[in-house]
């Protein structure tokens, strides 16, 4: 009886650790934020992903959510349907919530944020607009809708291959060389793989 009670007390102390630190590492699961994720062939039949660039702005154990920063998209009569009379340029931030979400993302360290990471600032354009008047006055981008992922569904993907993850820097908002940033990314990632396994 006494041993019951004592393998009862062991498992009851074992939960309530588990349940202890639990809140702790989920607010300390960062993923992949941050980062940027760039499309293999493996996403060549997705229309929604295919050749796609995408920054990831939230990722934990409930998932994981971004923007692809290499979709432009314009039309003549958008900035009219979207209510937005700012010289901006439009990208299809992803499937999700297309177009009714509308963000703007900066390379700034002091941007007040609903997403915070080490690279991007991700601002919901009404919020920009109101926070920063003097940068809304210049041009700047809009994202309209974003990506997506079901818990576990970021990292099942990366596991296939379907994506490719790497750092990001400043220098991949550059909207000059946005249309061929795809396949500079990817090519770049190959000549470093190569290298790598060549030197092991």
Known sequence: MNIQRLKNARIYFLLATILFALPSFLSFYQG????ILIATEQLSADPNFTQTVIY?????????????????????????????DQD?????????????MRLVAMNRLNAIS????????????????????????????????????KPGQLEKEIRNDMWVVEEYSAEILDNSQRQTLWARLLENHEETMKFEKVNQ
């Open 32 to 35: 992949h934020a941050g980062k």
């Open 88 to 100: 901006v340029t439009f990208y299809k931030g992803g499937p999700v919530a297309f177009p009714e």
């Open 114 to 149: 609903h997403w915070r990471t080490q690279g991007l600032y991700i601002v919901p354009y009404k919020k920009f607009k109101k926070l920063f008047p003097e940068d809304s006055e210049k041009p700047f981008d809009i994202y309209l809708g974003y990506s997506g992922w």
């Open 56 to 84: 990831i702005f939230d990722h934990s154990v409930w998932g994981a959510q971004g923007i692809i920063l290499n979709r432009p998209r314009q039309s003549p009569d958008l900035k009219e349907r979207l209510f937005v």
